[in-house]
Every structure is written in C-alpha cells, then in structure tokens.
C-alpha cells in the first residue's frame, strides 16, 4: 500500500505486461486468476438474465390480467393461433437449447468439430424457428389480426367465415367481447415479438461466435463467451416453454 | 438472503465449486424429458379439465423451465450465490406478477 | 432600504390571510385535520429530537473539547428503540388514516348521488334533477354527497381541498367519492392529475349553499328533464324496450329494480348491481349476461357519450316498474306528462330529445 | 475551529506524477478507456452538464410562478419546461449521480480491486448514457414532450402530440446504461473484493451501493417494457393500455410505479451511503451500529419493491391494496429512521470537525428528516387524499431527491475531491457554499409544504392569486439556491489548477481509498492489499501512523 513504490506496470487495456508467474492472454488485468474471470462473467450473465426475466414479467402480468377479464375472447383468439406450428417451433427451439448445450460441452472438452457443427445446428434451427414464426405472423397480417387501424373482427364475430374458427367450432362473440381479442393479439405480438427479437439478437452473436469458431477460436480454453451466450439461448428458450402453453394451449377449452 | 452475506472471501471462494463439466449424456436425458414434457402438454391441452388446464400447463412449463435451469444452465452444479440470484429473480418476478394481481383480485371484493 | 410597494401589499395581504390549511368545509376534513395534527406533531418531536441531539453532540464532542473520540460499536438496546418506537408510530398513523381512508371511498347509502363528467379541460356536472354545470358544483349542507367520477379521455383529478377529499376520474371507468359540506361558500376546485396544455384551467368552484339556497338554485338552473326522464327516452330511442321490457316472453331480463340487487351471470359469478356495473353491461354486454338469457344484446360502445350513459344508469336506478317500458313499446308514446316544457320533442319523435347519443 | 485536515508540506508537495489521469494521454485514451476512475469522470462532466440544464429548466418554472397568470410562458410550454425538467433530473441526473460518479470510481478501491468486473461494460454505460441524453436533448429541441416524467396513459399514448416515441426511447437506451452499472458492482462487490475483504469490512458507502444496485437491476426492466408498449401503442396501436380498445390505464401506473418507486430509492441509498462515509470520517469514530446500518440499506432495498401502489392510492385500486401497500410502507419508513438515528450517535462521543463534507452531511440529515417524515404523510392513505398531487408532493420530493441526494452528491463530491483531483478544494468559500445552499434549499421548498397543505395542485402554470406570497417566497429561495450550486462548480474548477496538494489522506480517513496516492494510480493498487484492520477503524489508522513516524524516525 505503499503510494510511491512503481512495481508492475499495467496498461488500461488490461494486459500483463510485466506480471512474472504465467496467465493465460485473455486473463484482463483485474482478475486474480481465470476461474475468478469465468465465475464472474456468468454471475454478471445471470444478473442480466434477471433484468429479462423482469422485462418479460410486465407482459405476463398484463396477460394474466386480461386474460382474467376477457377470457372468451383469449379463447377465440388462441384458436386463431396454429398447435402445430407453436408445437413444431416448441420442438426447434428446445432441440436448438440441446444442441447449444452440446455445442457448450464441446467447447469445454475442446472439440473443434463438435463445437462448429453444434453451433450450426443452433444457427439453423434459431433460424428454423423465426421462420416459422414469419409464417404465423404473414397469416395473422393476411386475415387483419395485427392490432391497430386494420384489425378486424370478422374472425370473431362470425366464426364461420373464418377456417381456424369454425374448426375450432367457435360460437360468435358480441361485437363488444370481439374488440378484446384486440387485446389477445397486442399481447401475442408485444410477448413473441419481443422474444422475437432476442432471437434475432441470439442468431447474431451465434454467427459471430460461429465465424470465430470456424477459425479456431475458443480451443484455448478462453469459453466464457459460449458458456454465457448458451445461458442465454436457454433463458429465451425458457420463455417460449412459458409462451407456447399461456397463448397457444390453456385457453382452447370454452 | 442471508447466506449472500456469509463471510467467505472471495477469491477462495470459487475454488470449492470446481468447475463441473455436464456430459452429452445428461444432456441427452434432459432433452428427451423436455420432448416427454412437451408432448404431455400439447396432449394435455386436449383434454377437459377446465380450471385445471391452465394449471397443468403452467406446472409442466414450470418441471421443463427448472429443467433447463438446472441442467442446461448449469445451475445444479454451481455455487449458492448463483442458486440464490436465480431465487431472487424468480421472488421479484413474483411480487411482480402477485402483487399487481392482488389489486386487481380485491377490487371487487364487497361486491357480492 | 424600501421594501417594494408591491411586494408589501402582498406581505400584508398574506399575514392577514394566513393559514397553512384551507377551510375546513366538511365533516371529514376536522377528521383529516386532527391525524394530519397529529403526525405534524409528531414530525416535529422528531426533528426536534434528531436536531437537538445533532447540535449536542456538535458542541459537546467538538474537536476542541473531544481531542480522541471514543470508539463505541453500538447499542442493540438503542436500536431496539429507534426501530420500535418509529413502527409503532407509524402503525398508529396507518390504522388512523386506513379508517379516513375508508371513510371518505365508502359512500353511505343514503347519499345523494351527483355525476361528475372530466374531459380536457372541464368539469361537467350532472345533478339527477337534470341541472348541468360546467366547471361548478352547488351542493347543499348537511346531507352526504357522493360523487360518481368518469373521464372522457384521460386521468383527470376532482380535488376540494376544502374537504379534504379527492378522487381521480379515470377513463372508462367509474369511481366515487363522498363528503358532507358544513359551511356555505365557495370553495376552490381543482384538477390535480396533470392532463395536459389547460390542467391549470381545469379548475372551477364548489358552491356549498344553505338547503333553502339549494332548493332555489336546483329550480332555478333546471334543464327541465331530469337524468331519468332523458334516461328514458334514450332507453326508447335506442330501443333498449324491445328486450328489457319484464314481459313474460321479453329476450332481455326486467330491469324493474335490478339495482342494488344481486344477479347471478351465465358464467355463475355473482354481482352486485351498481352503477358501475350498469354501464359496463351497456358497453360490454358479453361479459354481463344474466343467467338464462341469450348472449344477443349489442354493445352501444362508441353510440352513447358519457352523458348519455349516465341518464340510463340514472333511469335503470330508478325503475321500479315496468309499467311505463310497457307503455311506450305499446304506444310508442313518450313522456305525457312532460310536454309543455320541452315543446316538439314529444309524441312520434321519441329520440329527438334524448341528449347523449354519441356523434358520429 | 480546529481541523483534522493534514496536508503535505505545500513548498515541496507534488501531485505525483503518475496517477490515472496522467497514464495516457489524448481524446481517444479518454473516449476508449476501461478505467472505472476515468469514466467516472466522464460521467460526472456529462451528469454536471444535465444538472446545470435540468436546473436551467427549474428555474424557468420559478420564474413563471412568480405570478399566478401564466404570463412567461404559455401553458404547453410550460408544461413542456417541468416535463423536461423531470426527465432531466430523474433520468439524467439522480439515477445516475453518486452511482456512476462516486461509486464507479470509489467501489474497485473501497474494496481492494484493481477495477470494476466488467470495465468494457462500463464504458458501454457511459456511452448509453450519453444516447440517452443526446436523444433527450433533441426530443427537447424539436419540440419537447409534455406527459410530466410519469407518462401518464392514455394522455401519452393519445392524447399527447409531442415527443413521446423519442422521449420514451431516450429513457429506455439511459435505463439499460443504469441496469449495466448496476449489475456491474453487484458482481464487482460479490466477485471482486481483496483478500480479507469480508462483508462486514466493506465500508456503509459499498453495501448502499450494493443495495442499490439490485434495485436498478430489477426494476429497471419493467419500466423498459412499459415504455416498450407505450411507445408500440402509440406507433401502431397496439391495445394493452388504451381504455377505449379494453386496456387498463391502471395498469401502465403499476408497471410505472412498480420502477420508479424503487428508483427513489436507487436515488437515496448511494446518497445515505456518502452520509456514512462523512460522518464516520468528520467524527473519527466508527458508525454506530454498522450492522444495524448496512442490513437497513438491504431493507430498504427489499422493501422498495412492496410499496409501489402507495403512488396510486386516489386512482381507484381496490382499498384493500391500499391497507396492505399503505401497511408495507409504513415498513419501509422504519430503517431511514434507523440510520437517521444511528448517524446521529455516531456524534456521539466523537471528535467532531466541520469540513465542507460534514456541513453538508449536517444538511442532509435535517433536510432528510424532514422528507422522509413527510413522506409518511403521504404513505398514510387517510391524508394523502388531500397532500397527494398537490405541492406537498412536490415538497416531499425535493428535500428527500434535492435536499437528500443532492446534498449527499455535493458532501460526496467534496469529501472525494482531494482524492480524484489530488488537490483540495477552498475550505473557506465552500463552507460559505454549503450554508448558502442549506438556507436556498429551505427558503425554496418549505413554502410549497405550505402550498401543498392550503391544497395548490403541482404542474399548473397558473394558479389562484392567494398562493402567490408563498410562490414568491420560494422563487426567490430558488435564486439563492441557484448560487449556492454554482459555487462549487467555479471553485472546484479552479482548485484543479490553484488547489492546494493534498497529499495521499487529507481526511485522515480509514478507507482503502485514503491508503493509496491521490490521485491514485491506473490500478489503484500496486500490489493488491489484504485486508487485516476493521472497518472505520481508527485506532488501526493511529498506530499505522505512529509506525510510520517510528519508521521515518
């Protein structure tokens, strides 16, 4: 604690330039030893993940509000959405958390291929799945179900025009009770819109990691950048598994 | 959250949680529990079980999110405090959620 | 060393005027003012006492007199005390305010019941004998009134610091609030929830008359038809006879005496008839079907202004029989009785004078 | 009046030469650093900058309600001036303020680290800070907003045609720079801390933050996404709040409230934590009841998240909501007064000085008291129906925001000047400062307690001509005030260059901090300290002293 003794310099950039004992490169200066750096950036990776798990909180608390008040037109609007996509997108995302999740092992056993091909798989799968969502999306802006000026009720009011409806055998709902469905899709599009989004997110820091990853990188044992982008293609994962019932499955019985 | 304050340093700390490495084979496992936990949902939601449907739904989606948690995110094999952020996050997304319904649950109270 | 004229008149004219509450107008403001007293008093035996211990220990332990302080770690008996003695003050204010709390959001029954529409930016007031005010508010002493609060658009806030009440008038939705004046005068009120360019013109007067002066003023300012009575033809016009007309074979329920009593909806739940829940079974029939009648009613949400809604909850309040539904769905007659003050709005044209249709 | 300040021989006293603000040189050393020290001084230029524009604002409000008439201004534009003034201070100046001044550069040091966890992301803060602002500033250019801070639905979402989108936006980018400070001490203050560094070591000042932090990392988020749907609502109508499509406007103030609650206390805590440095230091004694102080930081912190619907309490949420958040509030009320009280006898048998620094610790306390005294009067349901949305609110948060935190933020500043700069401050002039403030502080905001009890509601830009004095009062209050805070701006300028040295523990205070040069190296520490003394433990101090003495001897 001596002020004016000049031992070891440091740059800002966080490399060792004069330390004796042996670091690896990437240990930043701060750090006392990898371990530290490594249980450091997942503990800073899971207080991230608390503030998105706020962030979804508003939305599940308006949706189980209205769904409290408004429940017929949850209900006929839940039949509007497709079991087998939401399925099918169920099935892609959870094997994506799976190859993910090997693709983590790989890079901790430091298995090059295994790393590259799982991170593929990953990429096409995430890929797989916003694909599918567009195909929802593209018929919700087909039949007018994006909220806004050109919702339209049609689907709700007279079921039989409308092929989901009637097969779902809907009875008609009050123009009033119709309106609310307005509020089933704001929700359905604010929830998988934003999860959307974090997968957009996620598929970008995926190509990323799988450019780097082709060409070598993380063999090094430097992983922390994988295991924390793993815990978050979980954690959006973990969303959908609560999305996929709440708006697609426990509201189809009336 | 009394344990967070435990007088433990921190550069010792991390030590006795070696860093565990989970094999394909749980992987393998967890995965097929959440195809299981998936199918019995879908399936589920066939079924009539009026209030209950919802509730199942919400229980199965709760067994697959804490499986993958426990085991794709490690969480099973990592430290207290990691285990105690994850509780803390799930408490305030409770008083969240909870909270915010109690209003809107006691509004019509005296109303019947 | 001249004190600006100015700035002396307005001294003088404070001193003169000086209070730090307002006028107590209301049987609960004396209420309000004994807790607000209360914790005044106590807030400032707080102050003192932390104030007082501040500047002690300032004199006492100065450097000067103090060279080495003394490195004490701390008392549990102290903090104890400083944790105790607070929450039980505090938890006597809680229970002190949560029954005035109570007391002024729960409207006694016998209230008389004045509706208060807010929109940028007035007040508009709708007395049941049919009496419109913009921006003012004539009550009478001595009897409670209850006060039912919508918007038309967003938040706005009724507040009579003289009464010490306030409540926020929320867009689709209503709220009460009641008080009973004790002395005549005028009285400020104003909008308290910031609602946009004119909030500071949102403002108008309570005027709080003797029940003699109240009587001459509710004659004097009638519009000639009560909120029933324009209840009622909008009932007509809208054609809302045709199904509630308590006839054995009518497709909607009697709504003879529906309020205050207690339905039981097709989905089972029961509810308690209020007005709150007449107007949202106007805009949202769907979710307020009696039990064992047909999910057919429309909504008349975007056909009936606030206005216009409040004259069919008045009307259905006040429905004892079905005598004159009848009557006008037989002769499509309206009103007999009433035609000399409302000249050509009478037979044949029954919608002609129901104010509250919504424009299109 | 004695003193404890004991700087180095002035004749021969140099700011050593090397220290971080030395290390490297040029714009881009700055614009690109990881160095917690340097951004904290990034931050506290730029949240300088929003005060003094947040302050401008304020005392255009003073100045058009010198007069009941709106004659200044008009009304939109006035309601546009306290909307943005709003914003400013809450979003640009008080979230921010001691976290990402004073704790970036004091937590690392506090605690024996060489930098916060993650130094990239801090920086990256400081950058999202700065969109957020500069978004701010150009939604205030073109044509500001006029929502009030809280945006109010449906009065944002439809009723309003000015800024939101932008406005909303500005916040949500400031609101991920405030998760990310945040999130970057808790893991700095869990994963960072020295050898021997145990809890109960750590200075009041790092659990405050600590606190804090939580805080800003869970409720934060929601107010992200309530501003997220407002902003969809508004751009293509989307249905979750608008009454007329079956949305609950209610709904938008739980989500609001359930943020911007807790953010007052994101606001205090950081501020009571300064306190307890100061005091500790001005008194040489340690806290008293340290524990008591530190778990009552928590507490708050806990708590903070029970009580939002206390803002909501004439809004029509059920009564019974309002007996339990009424209840929880009355809970949260009781550990400030347990650290009022606890600073207060740590007075007691102390060896007291009255730096700058401890004038203004002196004036937090007072005005604290106040305003957390006044805010029971506002968590108790029965009266806050006649106190809310009146000036007593306004009142209520200004002596706990201005006259708490901000006077917090200036002891703060003071205290840790010697420390950032090397060089001290003038005494004289800023004791002068600091009593200037105190009195401006109180002439300003006592007259609206007033106001707010005869019942004159907050944001009108006229008002009825008896609450005029009262008005007038506290204008000319607001103009001493404005004094009192540009004092220290232009001698701490100046003491940059003509200060006198201060040498390495000017306070003789017992942080790690003050163990170190001033100002301290690029990584603080040379070798990384371990920890053996107490906390505030001056004993220790002495003896190291004497060893020194012995040593040099």
């Given at each position: 604690?001596?002020?004016?003794?000049?031992?070891?310099?440091?740059?800002?950039?966080?490399?060792?330039?004069?330390?004796?004992?042996?670091?690896?490169?990437?240990?930043?200066?701060?750090?006392?030893?990898?371990?530290?750096?490594?249980?450091?950036?997942?503990f800073?990776?899971?207080?991230?993940?608390?503030?998105?798990?706020?962030?979804?909180?508003?939305?599940?608390?308006?949706?189980?509000?209205?769904?409290?008040?408004?429940?017929?037109?949850?209900?006929?609007?839940?039949?509007?959405?497709?079991?087998?996509?939401?399925?099918?997108?169920?099935l892609?995302?959870?094997?994506?958390?799976?190859?993910?999740?090997?693709?983590?092992?790989?890079?901790?056993?430091?298995?090059?291929?295994?790393?590259?091909?799982?991170?593929?798989?990953?990429?096409?799968?995430?890929?797989?799945?916003?694909?599918?969502?567009?195909?929802?999306?593209?018929?919700?802006?087909?039949?007018?179900?994006?909220?806004?000026?050109?919702?339209?009720?049609?689907?709700?009011?007279?079921?039989?025009?409308?092929?989901?409806?009637?097969?779902?055998?809907?009875?008609?709902?009050g123009?009033?009770?119709?309106?609310?469905?307005?509020?089933?899709?704001?929700?359905?599009?604010?929830?998988?819109?934003?999860?959307?989004?974090?997968?957009?997110?996620?598929?970008?820091?995926?190509?990323?990691?799988?450019?780097?990853?082709v060409?070598?990188?993380?063999?090094?044992?430097?992983?922390?950048?994988?295991?924390n982008?793993?815990?978050?293609?979980?954690?959006?994962?973990?969303?959908?598994?609560?999305?996929?019932?709440?708006?697609?499955?426990?509201?189809?019985?009336? | 959250?009394?344990?967070?304050?435990?007088?433990?340093?921190?550069?010792?700390?991390?030590?006795?949680?070696?860093?565990?490495?989970?094999?394909?084979?749980?992987?393998?496992?967890?995965?097929?529990?959440?195809?299981?936990?998936?199918?019995?949902?879908?399936?589920a939601?066939?079924?009539?079980?009026?209030?209950?449907?919802?509730?199942?739904?919400?229980?199965?989606?709760?067994?697959?999110?804490?499986?993958?948690?426990?085991?794709?995110?490690h969480?099973?094999?990592?430290?207290?405090?990691?285990?105690?952020?994850?509780?803390?996050?799930?408490?305030?997304?409770?008083?969240?959620?909870?909270?915010?319904?109690?209003?809107?649950?006691?509004?019509?109270?005296?109303?019947? | 060393?001249?004190?600006?004229?100015?700035?002396w008149?307005?001294?003088?004219?404070?001193?003169?005027?000086?209070?730090?509450i307002?006028?107590?107008?209301?049987?609960?403001?004396?209420?309000?003012?004994?807790?607000?007293?209360?914790?005044?008093?106590?807030?400032?035996?707080?102050?003192?006492?932390?104030?007082?211990?501040?500047?002690?220990?300032?004199?006492?332990?100065?450097?000067?007199?103090?060279?080495?302080?003394?490195?004490?770690?701390?008392?549990?008996l102290?903090?104890?005390?400083?944790?105790?003695?607070?929450?039980?003050?505090f938890?006597?204010?809680?229970?002190?305010?949560?029954?005035?709390?109570?007391?002024?959001?729960?409207?006694?029954?016998?209230?008389?019941?004045?509706?208060?529409?807010?929109?940028?930016?007035?007040?508009?007031?709708?007395?049941?004998?049919?009496?419109?005010?913009?921006?003012s508010?004539?009550?009478?002493?001595?009897?409670?009134?209850?006060?039912?609060?919508?918007?038309?658009?967003?938040?706005?806030?009724?507040?009579?610091?003289?009464?010490?009440?306030?409540?926020e008038?929320?867009?689709?939705?209503?709220?009460?609030?009641?008080?009973?004046?004790?002395?005549?005068?005028?009285?400020?009120?104003?909008?308290?929830?910031?609602?946009?360019?004119?909030?500071?013109?949102?403002?108008?007067?309570?005027?709080?008359?003797?029940?003699?002066?109240?009587?001459?003023?509710?004659?004097?300012?009638?519009?000639?038809?009560?909120?029933?009575?324009?209840?009622?033809?909008?009932?007509?016009?809208?054609?809302?006879?045709?199904?509630?007309?308590?006839?054995?074979?009518?497709?909607?329920?009697?709504?003879?005496?529906?309020?205050?009593?207690?339905?039981?909806?097709?989905?089972?739940?029961?509810?308690?008839?209020?007005?709150?829940?007449?107007?949202?079974?106007?805009?949202?029939?769907?979710?307020?079907?009696?039990?064992?009648?047909?999910?057919?009613?429309?909504?008349?949400?975007?056909q009936?202004?606030?206005?216009?809604?409040?004259?069919?909850?008045?009307?259905?309040?006040?429905?004892?029989?079905?005598?004159?539904?009848?009557?006008?769905?037989?002769?499509?007659?309206?009103?007999?009785?009433?035609?000399?003050?409302?000249?050509?709005?009478?037979?044949?044209?029954?919608?002609?004078?129901?104010?509250?249709?919504a424009?299109? | 009046?004695?003193?404890?300040?004991?700087?180095?021989?002035?004749?021969?006293?140099?700011?050593?030469?090397?220290?971080?603000?030395?290390?490297?040189?040029?714009?881009?050393?700055?614009?690109?650093?990881?160095?917690?020290?340097?951004?904290?001084?990034?931050?506290?230029?730029?949240?300088?900058?929003?005060?003094?524009?947040?302050?401008?604002?304020?005392?255009?409000?003073?100045?058009?309600?010198?007069?009941?008439?709106?004659?200044?201004?008009?009304?939109?534009?006035?309601?546009?001036?306290?909307?943005?003034?709003?914003?400013?201070?809450?979003?640009?100046?008080?979230?921010?303020?001691?976290?990402?001044?004073?704790?970036n550069?004091?937590?690392?040091?506090?605690?024996?680290?060489?930098?916060?966890?993650?130094?990239?992301?801090?920086?990256?803060?400081?950058?999202?800070?700065?969109?957020?602002?500069?978004?701010?500033?150009?939604?205030?250019?073109?044509?500001?907003?006029?929502?009030?801070?809280?945006?109010?639905?449906?009065?944002?979402?439809?009723?309003?045609?000015?800024?939101?989108?932008?406005?909303?936006?500005?916040?949500?980018v400031?609101?991920?720079?405030?998760?990310?400070?945040?999130?970057?001490?808790?893991?700095?203050?869990?994963?960072?801390?020295?050898?021997?560094?145990?809890?109960?070591?750590?200075?009041?000042?790092?659990?405050?933050?600590?606190?804090?932090?939580?805080?800003?990392?869970?409720?934060?988020?929601?107010?992200?996404?309530?501003?997220?749907?407002?902003?969809?609502?508004?751009?293509?109508?989307?249905?979750?709040?608008?009454?007329?499509?079956?949305?609950?406007p209610?709904?938008?103030?739980?989500?609001?409230?359930?943020?911007?609650?807790?953010?007052?206390?994101?606001?205090?805590?950081?501020?009571?934590?300064?306190?307890?440095?100061?005091?500790?230091?001005?008194?040489?004694?340690?806290?008293?009841?340290?524990?008591?102080?530190?778990?009552?930081?928590?507490?708050?912190?806990?708590?903070?998240?029970?009580?939002?619907?206390?803002?909501?309490?004439?809004?029509?949420?059920?009564?019974?909501?309002?007996?339990?958040?009424?209840?929880?509030?009355?809970?949260v009320?009781?550990?400030?007064?347990?650290?009022?009280?606890?600073?207060?006898?740590?007075?007691?048998?102390?060896?007291?000085?009255?730096?700058?620094?401890?004038?203004?610790?002196?004036?937090?306390?007072?005005?604290?008291?106040?305003?957390?005294?006044?805010?029971?009067?506002?968590?108790?349901?029965?009266?806050?129906?006649?106190?809310?949305?009146?000036?007593?609110?306004?009142?209520?948060?200004?002596?706990?925001?201005?006259?708490?935190m901000?006077?917090?933020f200036?002891?703060?500043?003071?205290?840790?000047?010697?420390?950032?700069?090397?060089?001290?401050?003038?005494?004289?002039?800023?004791?002068?400062?600091?009593?200037?403030?105190?009195?401006?502080f109180?002439?300003?905001?006592?007259?609206?307690?007033l106001?707010?009890?005869?019942?004159?509601?907050?944001?009108?830009?006229?008002?009825?001509?008896?609450?005029?004095?009262?008005?007038?009062?506290?204008?000319?209050?607001?103009?001493?005030?404005?004094?009192?805070?540009?004092?220290?701006?232009?001698?701490?300028?100046?003491?940059?260059?003509?200060?006198?040295?201060?040498?390495?523990?000017?306070?003789?205070?017992?942080?790690?901090?003050?163990q170190?040069?001033?100002?301290?190296?690029?990584?603080?520490?040379?070798?990384?300290?371990?920890?053996?003394?107490?906390?505030?433990?001056?004993?220790?101090?002495?003896r190291?002293?004497?060893?020194?003495?012995?040593?040099?001897?």
């Amino acid at each position: 604690m001596d002020s004016h003794s000049i031992a070891t310099t440091v740059d800002a950039h966080g490399h060792d330039v004069a330390h004796e004992h042996e670091h690896p490169a990437y240990l930043r200066h701060h750090f006392v030893s990898y371990e530290q750096q490594t249980e450091t950036a997942s503990f800073g990776m899971w207080l991230f993940l608390l503030t998105e798990i706020m962030f979804f909180g508003g939305l599940f608390t308006a949706y189980m509000i209205y769904r409290n008040w408004y429940f017929p037109a949850f209900v006929a609007g839940s039949h509007q959405l497709s079991i087998f996509l939401g399925s099918l997108n169920t099935l892609v995302l959870i094997s994506s958390s799976f190859t993910m999740a090997m693709g983590v092992w790989c890079a901790e056993t430091k298995r090059h291929k295994g790393l590259v091909w799982a991170l593929i798989a990953t990429l096409i799968l995430g890929i797989g799945f916003l694909g599918i969502k567009s195909v929802e999306y593209h018929e919700k802006w087909e039949k007018h179900h994006i909220p806004g000026d050109t919702f339209s009720v049609q689907s709700f009011v007279n079921p039989d025009s409308d092929a989901e409806a009637k097969a779902a055998h809907d009875k008609p709902l009050g123009l009033d009770m119709a309106r609310k469905t307005e509020v089933y899709f704001s929700l359905y599009f604010a929830m998988t819109g934003m999860h959307a989004l974090h997968m957009i997110i996620g598929i970008a820091l995926l190509c990323g990691m799988l450019f780097k990853a082709v060409r070598g990188g993380y063999m090094d044992g430097n992983i922390a950048f994988v295991e924390n982008f793993g815990l978050y293609w979980h954690f959006v994962d973990i969303v959908w598994i609560f999305l996929f019932p709440l708006l697609y499955l426990i509201s189809r019985h009336q | 959250m009394s344990e967070e304050f435990e007088n433990h340093d921190p550069n010792s700390g991390h030590t006795e949680s070696e860093h565990h490495i989970v094999g394909p084979a749980t992987y393998a496992i967890i995965f097929a529990a959440l195809l299981v936990g998936t199918a019995l949902t879908i399936g589920a939601s066939y079924l009539e079980m009026g209030a209950w449907n919802p509730v199942v739904a919400i229980a199965i989606a709760c067994i697959k999110a804490t499986l993958v948690v426990l085991f794709f995110m490690h969480i099973k094999y990592s430290s207290k405090l990691m285990k105690l952020t994850v509780g803390a996050g799930l408490f305030t997304f409770l008083i969240l959620v909870g909270m915010s319904l109690s209003d809107y649950i006691s509004r019509a109270w005296g109303q019947w | 060393m001249g004190l600006s004229p100015v700035l002396w008149q307005f001294l003088v004219k404070w001193m003169v005027n000086f209070a730090i509450i307002p006028p107590e107008a209301s049987k609960i403001a004396s209420q309000v003012d004994a807790l607000l007293v209360f914790m005044t008093l106590v807030s400032l035996v707080g102050l003192v006492l932390v104030g007082l211990l501040v500047t002690a220990f300032s004199i006492l332990y100065r450097r000067d007199r103090n060279p080495v302080a003394t490195q004490i770690e701390g008392s549990t008996l102290l903090e104890a005390t400083w944790t105790i003695i607070p929450l039980g003050l505090f938890l006597v204010m809680f229970v002190w305010g949560s029954v005035l709390y109570f007391r002024i959001y729960t409207p006694p029954p016998n209230a008389m019941n004045i509706y208060v529409v807010g929109k940028q930016w007035m007040w508009k007031a709708e007395h049941p004998g049919g009496q419109h005010e913009i921006n003012s508010l004539h009550i009478p002493i001595g009897k409670p009134i209850q006060l039912t609060l919508i918007s038309q658009d967003v938040f706005h806030s009724f507040s009579i610091p003289a009464f010490r009440v306030k409540r926020e008038a929320i867009p689709g939705r209503y709220t009460t609030v009641w008080f009973e004046a004790t002395t005549p005068g005028t009285y400020h009120l104003f909008c308290t929830q910031y609602c946009g360019t004119q909030h500071s013109g949102m403002i108008g007067d309570i005027v709080v008359l003797t029940p003699e002066n109240y009587k001459k003023w509710l004659d004097s300012s009638t519009s000639g038809v009560s909120l029933a009575q324009n209840g009622e033809r909008l009932f007509a016009s809208l054609s809302c006879n045709a199904c509630h007309n308590g006839q054995p074979d009518s497709r909607g329920p009697s709504l003879a005496n529906v309020y205050g009593s207690r339905l039981t909806l097709a989905s089972g739940s029961p509810v308690l008839v209020d007005e709150a829940y007449l107007r949202q079974a106007i805009l949202n029939p769907s979710a307020h079907i009696t039990q064992g009648y047909a999910p057919i009613m429309p909504t008349y949400q975007g056909q009936v202004s606030e206005e216009g809604l409040i004259s069919l909850v008045e009307y259905i309040k006040n429905l004892s029989s079905n005598y004159r539904v009848q009557q006008t769905l037989n002769t499509t007659e309206l009103l007999p009785e009433q035609p000399d003050k409302v000249p050509g709005k009478t037979n044949g044209a029954p919608s002609a004078g129901a104010q509250g249709v919504a424009k299109p | 009046m004695s003193t404890i300040v004991i700087l180095p021989d002035q004749a021969t006293a140099r700011v050593p030469k090397r220290n971080y603000l030395t290390n490297e040189n040029g714009i881009l050393s700055w614009l690109l650093t990881g160095d917690h020290k340097r951004i904290a001084i990034l931050y506290l230029i730029s949240i300088t900058f929003f005060f003094f524009i947040g302050g401008a604002l304020a005392g255009l409000i003073r100045l058009e309600l010198l007069t009941p008439q709106s004659d200044l201004m008009a009304s939109d534009t006035y309601n546009k001036i306290f909307t943005m003034h709003g914003v400013v201070m809450v979003f640009l100046f008080l979230v921010p303020s001691v976290p990402a001044t004073l704790g970036n550069f004091l937590i690392p040091i506090m605690i024996g680290a060489k930098d916060l966890a993650f130094p990239k992301i801090n920086l990256l803060s400081w950058y999202l800070y700065l969109v957020g602002g500069a978004m701010t500033l150009g939604a205030m250019i073109t044509g500001g907003v006029d929502t009030g801070w809280t945006f109010t639905t449906p009065m944002s979402t439809h009723f309003s045609n000015t800024n939101v989108i932008t406005t909303g936006l500005a916040i949500f980018v400031a609101g991920f720079s405030s998760i990310f400070t945040g999130l970057n001490f808790i893991v700095t203050i869990h994963r960072m801390r020295a050898p021997g560094m145990t809890w109960f070591k750590l200075p009041l000042f790092c659990w405050a933050h600590y606190a804090a932090s939580i805080l800003m990392v869970l409720g934060t988020p929601v107010l992200a996404i309530t501003l997220v749907l407002v902003v969809l609502e508004r751009t293509i109508g989307i249905g979750v709040f608008d009454p007329t499509k079956g949305g609950d406007p209610i709904l938008f103030q739980h989500l609001f409230w359930f943020y911007s609650h807790p953010a007052v206390y994101i606001m205090i805590l950081p501020g009571m934590g300064v306190i307890s440095e100061v005091i500790s230091t001005f008194s040489r004694k340690r806290v008293f009841g340290y524990t008591a102080v530190a778990f009552s930081s928590v507490a708050i912190a806990v708590f903070g998240f029970f009580v939002w619907a206390h803002h909501m309490f004439i809004m029509g949420v059920s009564n019974y909501a309002v007996l339990v958040f009424s209840l929880l509030t009355m809970l949260v009320a009781v550990p400030s007064a347990i650290k009022i009280f606890n600073w207060t006898f740590t007075l007691y048998k102390g060896s007291i000085t009255f730096e700058t620094p401890m004038l203004y610790a002196f004036g937090f306390m007072g005005l604290f008291t106040i305003g957390g005294l006044t805010g029971v009067f506002l968590g108790t349901s029965g009266t806050d129906i006649h106190l809310t949305e009146t000036y007593f609110i306004v009142a209520h948060f200004h002596f706990v925001m201005v006259g708490g935190m901000l006077m917090a933020f200036l002891s703060g500043i003071h205290f840790w000047w010697p420390k950032m700069t090397g060089r001290m401050y003038p005494e004289k002039i800023s004791q002068l400062a600091a009593v200037v403030t105190f009195i401006g502080f109180n002439f300003t905001f006592f007259p609206q307690f007033l106001l707010g009890m005869l019942g004159m509601p907050r944001r009108y830009a006229a008002y009825p001509a008896e609450f005029q004095v009262l008005n007038v009062f506290s204008t000319a209050g607001a103009s001493i005030l404005g004094v009192g805070y540009l004092l220290p701006m232009i001698y701490l300028v100046w003491s940059l260059k003509y200060g006198a040295v201060a040498g390495a523990n000017p306070w003789q205070a017992t942080g790690l901090e003050w163990q170190i040069q001033s100002p301290p190296l690029t990584e603080n520490f040379t070798t990384i300290p371990i920890v053996t003394q107490d906390v505030y433990d001056y004993e220790w101090l002495e003896r190291q002293k004497e060893h020194e003495v012995t040593h040099v001897g």
